[in-house]
């Protein structure tokens, strides 16, 4: 009764009713998880997803770290005898964002004994912030403008830290500062490799791992498709479809890393687009130069049927796209390079017709030399 349970899972018939493809994606799911390696590799393929975890939990997002303090009521200092009353107001049209909080920080209790996200100056109108504080005559008042953090500091003009400012209290005063530049730190260059590396192997695991070895675990019967009247054109797109769900399932699942900064998924999802629109058709270029055909009872460490070309590989799925974005963000434009991969991929979507036919015409070219290597290598 287990056996025929067992069975009944993994028969996929409910595939047929997508035709001809359909049942051939059923075939090759068939042929994944009956077989030890290819199980194996599925396996793999998503248990390394949460290794994200400890990566993301260490790229920081500085350019996404100010302060958002939740709402509150303005309260006013009230001023006792000898008191005399210092107004800090600042002005600036270089907020990242208008509903972030200015805040003042300094030597004194009620300017947050410089704790810079203590104490927020009040919103009176556009572009401008200010509060009243009162101190004792002969108070020294030393203080500096910030936006909830040291990484977020008001500059000078010419765009430097400016150290802090300092008053010695005798009559009301009123302080104005004008801000036209704020600290925006950018992320280390290491952690924007980081960020492309993760998004193309995290949301293309599956079609890294799949594509290398299109042919390869097919081996033992390409040469009866090559030589029967197989649909060859709806077989190799039921192969590329699967790819194409794999890297989705990943890409969903790795949405969970918003935890650490919602930016990850709309990243990865640019990243995603790369993989399905580049990356998928690179590999399938380069599986029709593979020789080797894969022994599926063989363990997941195995060499057998591994060849130089699978190193390869890694040059144009990965680097390239590392290096295309680096290139852009040493222009000055932190995440431009993750929309042009983005559009890459899409326009790759969008020619997937012409980009699939040039693939089935190589591999008719390349047929017969990969069957005579299949063959000859007796492996």
Not at 312 to 329: D, K, N, Q
Request: aromatic share 14%; charged share 15%; with cysteine.
């Amino acid at each position: 009764m287990s056996g025929r349970k067992s069975r009944d899972m993994t028969s996929f018939s409910f595939l047929s009713k997508f035709g001809r493809i359909g049942t051939y994606i059923a075939l090759e799911l068939k042929l994944l998880w009956r077989n030890k390696r290819t199980r194996a590799l599925v396996i793999m393929a998503f248990c390394i997803l949460p290794l994200g975890f400890f990566i993301y939990s260490t790229i920081p997002f500085e350019e996404d770290s100010y302060i958002r303090p939740p709402a509150r009521l303005e309260t006013t200092d009230r001023q006792q005898d000898g008191q005399v009353a210092v107004t800090v107001k600042v002005t600036t049209d270089s907020l990242p964002d208008p509903a972030h909080a200015v805040f003042i920080v300094g030597n004194q209790d009620n300017i947050g004994q410089w704790k810079p996200d203590k104490t927020p100056l009040f919103h009176r109108q556009d572009s401008c912030w200010s509060r009243t504080f009162y101190y004792p005559g002969g108070t020294e008042m030393k203080y500096k403008l910030t936006l909830g953090s040291w990484n977020n500091q008001a500059l000078t003009p010419s765009g430097s830290v400016p150290d802090p400012s300092t008053l010695r209290v005798v009559n009301d005063t009123t302080l104005a500062h004008h801000v036209t530049a704020w600290m925006i730190p950018e992320r280390p260059f290491v952690f924007d490799i980081n960020l492309v590396y993760m998004g193309i192997f995290f949301t293309g695991i599956f079609i890294l791992l799949y594509g290398q070895f299109f042919f390869s675990f097919s081996g033992s019967f390409i040469e009866m498709m090559a030589s029967r009247k197989i649909d060859l054109q709806a077989y190799f797109r039921a192969k590329h479809y699967l790819m194409i769900t794999g890297a989705i399932v990943c890409w969903a699942l790795c949405a969970v890393y918003a935890i650490y900064n919602v930016k990850i998924v709309f990243l990865n999802t640019a990243l995603l687009l790369y993989n399905i629109g580049i990356n998928s058709y690179i590999l399938l270029y380069m599986a029709t130069l593979t020789r080797k055909k894969m022994d599926l009872s063989q363990g997941l460490f195995s060499q057998q049927g591994r060849g130089g070309i699978q190193m390869l590989m890694i040059l144009p799925t990965l680097v390239v796209p590392i290096a295309i974005h680096m290139s852009i963000r040493a222009m000055g434009y932190p995440n431009l390079g993750f929309y042009i991969l983005g559009a890459m991929g899409l326009a790759g979507i969008l020619c997937h017709k012409i980009l699939f036919n040039f693939f089935l015409a190589l591999f008719a070219r390349q047929k017969y030399a990969m069957i005579t290597g299949f063959r000859h290598t007796g492996e």
